[in-house]
């Protein structure tokens, strides 16, 4: 079991650029959640998928943030333009089959820095 | 929707110690209630978790409890040792049929030599 795969580990760039975070669930895991983590807010969820389709996005703080799951395999979080406020470890989480009251496994998580 | 709230935001104990975190919930259809653990510079990590039909569950050095009429929770975690200092944080979940978790806002423990 490899786990919960995220990339990049550290992405550091400049405001206005665009940033696209990736995330590879375990292997048979039906839904994939994307938290955001910082120090003022905590773990926030921002978007969950349940076999590929979104379920509610409504934790998404604005429109410059979109999230795709093309396949059961590979999850993107986009931001752009991206702003300092962005800055935060962005983690991806999975759960093993549909249903309530499963736990969530997280990857290692991207530290995202807009300068 | 579900509000956790968890206290202490800090807890220093000395090794050896007890310490105890307790969560409180609002939404009364919550039933599930995990707890994470998250060490420095890492991802958060299930190390126990109690469904509504449960009041109390234990695992080695670490006990969780469950109040469903006051809607509380709490962690115990005894005999504690350095390597148990990170920030914890505790969670509910109801049936929505999608595992979705609120967390509480964490505790950091720090267990001194």
């Known amino acids: 079991d490899a786990g919960v795969i995220q990339s990049p580990r550290h992405e550091v760039t400049e405001m206005g650029q665009e940033v696209t975070l990736r995330c590879k669930p375990i292997?048979?895991?039906?839904?994939l959640f994307w938290y955001r983590q910082t120090m003022m807010r905590g773990l926030e969820l921002l978007i969950y998928?349940?076999?590929?389709?979104?379920?509610?996005d409504s934790g998404m703080p604005e429109d410059r943030f979109s999230a795709k799951m093309p396949n059961a395999s590979f999850s993107t979080l986009k931001i752009q333009p991206s702003e300092p406020r962005d800055s935060a470890v962005y983690f991806c989480?999975?759960?093993?089959?549909?249903?309530?009251?499963?736990?969530?496994?997280f990857g290692d998580g991207t530290r995202l820095s807009i300068l | 929707g579900e509000n956790v709230e968890q206290h202490p935001s800090t807890l220093s104990v000395q090794e050896g110690d007890s310490a105890v975190i307790k969560c409180t919930y609002s939404?009364?259809?919550?039933?599930?209630f995990p707890w994470y653990k998250q060490e420095l510079g890492k991802r958060p990590q299930l190390i126990i978790d109690?469904?509504?039909?449960?009041g109390e569950k234990k695992d080695q050095r670490i006990a969780v409890t469950l109040n469903k009429t006051a809607k509380h929770f709490s962690l115990h975690i005894t005999e504690t040792q350095p390597e148990d200092s990170a920030v914890y944080f505790c969670?509910?979940?109801?049936?929505?049929?999608?595992?979705?978790?609120?967390f509480g806002k964490g505790t950091m423990l720090l267990v001194s030599p």
């Open positions: 989480a999975s759960t093993p089959r549909e249903g309530s009251n499963q736990p969530q496994h």
């Open positions: 292997s048979g895991h039906n839904s």
């Open positions: 998928f349940n076999n590929n389709v979104p379920i509610d």
């Open positions: 939404d009364s259809a919550s039933n599930y």
């Open positions: 109690i469904r509504s039909n449960v």
């Open positions: 969670a509910a979940s109801w049936d929505s049929g999608y595992s979705t978790l609120t």
